[in-house]
């Protein structure tokens, strides 16, 4: 299993353009989940999803949208970047009921994509 | 609002010796705690749960507390090596599994 994937790694942006962030997960999780990280401070949730059709809005959503058509696929769309949205971006997911090797709490992060807005 | 305090300054001990991380909370009454590394460039990976009826959980050579009334939890790395230089997130969560509130890490330096 590849796990949690992100693409891409790094992405430069000029204000007021989009893009669209991907992570794809293959071990079949029903949760998926985006957050920030910025320096000192800890990871903010963006949005979630609780399975294929389900999103909902996290701690600070303002600015993306996501979309979940698959279990494995969801994508972060940044709709008209600001330099405030200048930060790393995970990608993670979870079991809904967990199995023996961890907990259902437990979340498995991709490895981040690095965003510079211009 | 409710708020994670980890110390924000970094940790340097000697190899072979007990590292202490201390994870604070604030206006929550968790379900469970999480504790995660992270190295520079990655992303989170997991290490411990514990549960708000637990008082202790360990994993090989770590171990974690969870205070409910003092509203902390303690994250020790016993005969610590060189190679648990990392950063370590404490994150606290409700019914909810991804529905976690994270801090900002503490960052751990072990030295030879």
């Known amino acids: 299993n590849a796990g949690v994937t992100q693409t891409p790694k790094f992405q430069v942006l000029k204000t007021g353009q989009s893009m669209t962030l991907q992570c794809a997960q293959d071990?079949?999780?029903?949760?998926m989940s985006w957050y920030r990280q910025d320096p000192g401070m800890g990871l903010r949730l963006i949005h979630y999803?609780?399975?294929?059709?389900?999103?909902d809005q996290g701690e600070v959503p303002n600015g993306y949208n996501v979309s979940r058509s698959t279990t494995e696929d969801f994508p972060l769309r940044l709709l008209s970047a600001a330099p405030s949205q200048t930060s790393v971006y995970f990608c993670?997911?979870?079991?809904?009921?967990?199995?023996?090797?961890?907990?259902?709490?437990?979340?498995?992060f991709g490895p981040g994509t690095r965003l510079l807005v211009l | 609002s409710q708020k994670i305090e980890q110390n924000s300054e970094a940790l340097n001990i000697q190899e072979g010796k007990t590292a202490t991380l201390t994870c604070n909370y604030t206006n929550y009454s968790p379900a469970y705690l999480q504790w995660y590394r992270q190295d520079p460039g990655r992303g989170p990976v997991f290490l411990l749960l514990i549960r708000e009826n637990e008082k202790e959980k360990r994993k090989e050579r770590l171990k974690v507390t969870f205070d409910t009334t003092l509203k902390q939890s303690l994250f020790h790395i016993t005969a610590s090596q060189p190679a648990d230089s990392a950063t370590y997130l404490c994150?606290?969560?409700?019914?909810?599994?991804?529905?976690?509130?994270f801090g900002a890490g503490t960052r751990l330096f072990v030295k030879a």
């Open positions: 999803s609780v399975g294929a059709g389900i999103t």
């Open positions: 071990m079949n999780h029903e949760y």
């Open positions: 993670a997911s979870s079991l809904r009921l967990g199995g023996p090797v961890a907990p259902k709490e437990t979340q498995y």
């Open positions: 994150a606290l969560g409700g019914t909810g599994g991804f529905k976690t509130i």
